[in-house]
């Protein structure tokens, strides 16, 4: 799974970085969440970090000037790798 968040920020429109981004994962077949404050977007590890790559150029390309990225592992449930277990 792989949450980014593209910036400047526009509260007024949907910047083309922020486009481009939400359009990678989408061609790419990621599951996709959209939240207040980031993106998430869920696949196969091949599939997640062949997206990431594409998201930095492509994104970076139409006009970011930062993008936070955070990757997990995850489990059949959803949930990162070691967290809730014993």
Not at 16 to 38: I, M, N, T, Y
Request: negative net charge.
């Amino acid at each position: 799974m792989v949450e980014f968040t593209t910036e400047p920020f526009e509260l007024d429109s949907f910047p083309d970085h922020a486009k481009a981004a939400r359009r990678v994962v989408d061609e790419a077949g990621l599951a996709v969440s959209v939240g207040p404050f980031g993106t998430s977007a869920e696949g196969d590890a091949e599939q997640t970090l062949a997206a990431v790559t594409r998201l930095l150029r492509e994104s970076l390309d139409a006009g970011a000037t930062r993008i936070s990225v955070q990757v997990s592992v995850v489990d059949d449930n959803h949930t990162p790798e070691g967290v809730g277990t014993q």
